[in-house]
């Protein structure tokens, strides 16, 4: 199996690095100091589970990789729209494209049977630009449960979870699945396939959708924002409002706000990706968390006054930031 990780940063190099030790070909596609060290040293991995390095390919010229059986797609979602140039050297008829974002995937709607199915959500997928660069027939979704950071440039630190569920926007349990699957377990990963991706989708979401933005707004760890009283009901509120739009559009994430509220809590002291890159001055991810999930009560007309407080606020923050850039 030959994979590309496409924007291989903290999540992207740390699956690499997994497939790599299981005996994939694996090529990173990075940039900068990252890619430099990388080159020079491999990834280093450092982890509860037992630290290790890996030495696969890494470049930064896609043309050098050629086509591959499955492109893991480690960039920001908001690089989503422009990544095909990136992305086309790697594609043959089969390439599968393995996002690892969070919130709201671009293909959400393809291939759900419903009144919403082929529905394009505006926030998440810009006039279409996201599908032109990565074609709906190739995404296998993939929610990711590993948190990970890049501690210096080539090395990751892989702070907990190894599970990366996947599945076919159809629910269909394909070939190409178990094979990426597969790979990704011997690599030391949790790597199920489910029928039903879209519920994990809205259970992570559940909480990204809060902290996220919060956390960059609070300048809070998510352990912070769960001992403020004041914080801590803005996240319940913000999650209640979150579920009533996925039972709207035809998902029930099946558990109870306490028990994912406690989930986020065992985090500790650790800083959202959102966060983190509000420190180092990059642009914040929130279209596919808020945007999106605002998008949606209008599409179905669920009244979600917090989710759209927050937005509007996190939205200023970001704009600002991007004009400071
Ligand atoms: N980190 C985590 O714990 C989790 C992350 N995720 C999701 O995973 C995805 C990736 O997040 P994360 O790994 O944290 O982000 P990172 O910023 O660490 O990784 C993205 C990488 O892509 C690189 N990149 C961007 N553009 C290019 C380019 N044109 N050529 C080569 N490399 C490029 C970036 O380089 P540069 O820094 O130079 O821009 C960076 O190294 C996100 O969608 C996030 O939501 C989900 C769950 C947990
Ligand atoms: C906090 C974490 C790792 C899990 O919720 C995450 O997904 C993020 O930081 O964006």
Avoid at 78 to 85: H, I, L, Q
Wanted: hydrophobic share 45%; proline share 5%.
């Amino acid at each position: 199996m030959k994979v590309a990780v496409l924007g291989a940063g903290a999540i992207g190099a740390y699956v690499g690095a997994a497939l790599h030790r299981a005996g994939v070909e694996v090529h990173l596609i990075a940039r900068g100091q990252h890619l430099q060290a990388i080159r020079s040293a491999g990834v280093r991995v450092l982890t509860p589970r037992g630290d290790f390095v890996a030495h696969p390919h890494a470049t930064d010229d896609p043309t050098q990789v050629g086509p591959v059986d499955h492109v893991f797609l480690g960039l920001k979602a908001n690089s989503y729209a422009s990544a095909g140039p990136m992305i086309k050297p790697l594609l043959h008829g089969t390439t599968s494209v393995i996002a690892a974002q969070n919130g709201i995937p671009w293909w959400y709607f393809h291939g759900l049977k419903g009144p919403y199915e082929g529905y394009r959500i505006e926030s998440v997928d810009p006039g279409g630009a996201v599908t032109t660069a990565l074609p709906l027939h190739r995404a296998i979704g993939c929610v990711v449960y590993a948190a990970t950071e890049i501690e210096e440039p080539g090395v990751i630190r892989h702070l907990e979870g190894t599970r990366f569920s996947i599945g076919e926007p159809n629910g269909e349990l394909t070939e190409r699945c178990a094979a990426f699957s597969q790979a990704a377990i011997e690599g030391g990963l949790k790597c199920p396939v489910e029928r039903d991706l879209r519920r994990d989708v809205w259970i992570k979401l559940m909480g990204n959708i809060a902290f996220n933005p919060i956390s960059a707004l609070a300048r809070a760890t998510m352990a912070g924002i769960c001992r403020h009283d004041g914080t801590r009901e803005l996240v319940v509120a913000m999650m209640r409002e979150t579920v009533d739009v996925a039972s709207r559009v035809g998902c029930d994430p099946g558990i109870s706000i306490e028990r994912r509220l406690r989930g986020a809590e065992k985090a500790g002291e650790h800083k959202t990706s959102t966060l983190q890159d509000l420190e180092k001055g990059k642009p914040l991810e929130l279209d596919v968390l808020l945007a999106a999930v605002v998008e949606l009560a209008d599409l179905t007309g669920a009244n979600v006054p917090t989710l759209r407080a927050i937005h509007a606020v996190s939205d200023l923050l970001n704009e600002n930031l991007v004009r400071a850039v």
